[in-house]
């Protein structure tokens, strides 16, 4: 009969629609987010960041302050590989000249010059993490003093691709600790602001609009030329971090306000409250787990203003200083006209800087879209 589907018409029986009934919400939230292709791909760039962050004394080649002062400004070396001779893995050496007009050297490749590459290299003595003493790093020559830089070297004959390895876990965990600092405040006063509402929320909002009305960076060059300058490598590092936290919590509170007048009259919430709860287990047990995707989503977007923040004070000098090694630092050792000129290779941490905060918005993003599996 025509209008009538027959047995070989219907859909197959499917388990999708059971799973996904019976999944968690952390489940639907992964399943959304691995649609944005950007995103995915994104998390695996950030995830590489973290992990050479983490183990940057290993992947680093040479220590971050091993120099040497007949390899000033010296140009990037290309790593080759040779499948009739040995070494298969090289790099050539090079000559430098000093030029009496440019009071720099010129650099020859001598091609007749190779030195073996090989991975797990013994070379420049460390410590990982501080604690475990080491002295193989993943890739370097044969020979601990033949030259090996991949992105040159800076004014002092350091290599460039070791203190931008370095450098990472300086700025990549800037990001990280100040936006923990400033969800401590944020979900604080931004909790507060929204569950009680009223007298409370007017004068919570009073002091966010007061530190968002003031200029940013001014307020950081202010605090941040506060910070005395005795003070240890460490202790500079803690209170960048926090001036930064400062300034970052006020836009996160409101986020978290937002969600909590949101949810604020929900039946759970209320059912809670009838139960007797109090307010403290009713904001932390039952409020908070609703949105807890969108918390880290506004996280995530909020990693890479603080990398941004520390980038900018360091290159103005007023952040991080030698010899801490950050991508800020290494930006403002290369802001002359004549490193612009003679070795553009150590703008290399800008590149870096725009791959990460890039990756992390798009991180973000993905995230964002996917806190709420449940909209169409």
Not at 14 to 30: E, G, I, K, M, N
Not at 34 to 45: D, F, Q
Not at 49 to 78: M, S
Not at 83 to 103: A, I, M, R
């Amino acid at each position: 009969m025509t209008g009538t589907p027959s047995l070989v018409d219907l859909p197959a029986a499917s388990d999708t629609a059971p799973t996904l009934a019976l999944a968690s919400q952390r489940t639907l939230v992964w399943r959304r987010f691995k649609r944005n292709k950007l995103a995915v791909v994104s998390l695996w760039i950030v995830g590489f960041i973290y992990f050479v962050a983490v183990f940057c004394e290993f992947l680093a080649p040479h220590a971050q302050d091993t120099y040497a002062a007949d390899r000033a400004f010296a140009p990037p070396q290309v790593l080759k590989v040779s499948l009739t001779s040995s070494p298969h893995l090289y790099v050539n050496g090079y000559q430098g000249t000093p030029n009496p007009e440019t009071l720099l050297r010129d650099y020859t490749v001598e091609k007749t010059q190779r030195y073996g590459v090989r991975l797990f290299a013994k070379g420049d003595s460390y410590k990982l993490w501080g604690l475990i003493p080491a002295d193989r790093h993943l890739i370097s020559t044969r020979n601990a003093t033949a030259p090996f830089h991949l992105l040159g070297t800076d004014e002092q004959g350091r290599d460039q691709f070791s203190r931008l390895i370095y450098g990472t876990r300086i700025s990549m965990s800037v990001g990280l600790i100040g936006v923990a600092a400033a969800l401590v405040l944020g979900l604080l006063l931004g909790g507060i602001s929204g569950y009680f509402g009223g007298l409370t929320d007017g004068i919570v909002q009073r002091v966010i609009e007061f530190f968002m009305s003031i200029p940013t960076l001014p307020l950081w060059l202010g605090l941040a030329a506060a910070v005395p300058p005795g003070w240890s490598p460490l202790k500079t590092y803690f209170a960048i971090t926090l001036i930064l936290s400062l300034i970052g919590w006020t836009g996160l509170a409101r986020v978290i306000r937002s969600r909590f007048l949101q949810i604020r009259g929900e039946d759970f919430v209320l059912a809670a409250e009838l139960d007797g709860a109090r307010w403290h287990r009713v904001v932390g047990r039952h409020m908070l787990p609703a949105f807890t995707s969108h918390i880290i989503a506004s996280l995530t977007l909020a990693v890479p203003g603080m990398i941004l923040g520390e980038t900018a004070l360091s290159f103005l000098g007023l952040g991080l200083q030698a010899p801490v090694v950050s991508w800020g630092v290494l930006l403002g050792s290369a802001q002359s006209i004549r490193v612009l000129s003679a070795a553009p290779w150590l703008l290399s941490a800008g590149v870096a800087v725009v791959i990460a905060v890039m990756a992390l918005n798009f991180v973000g993003d993905g995230l964002r879209d996917a806190a709420d599996p449940y909209e169409s």
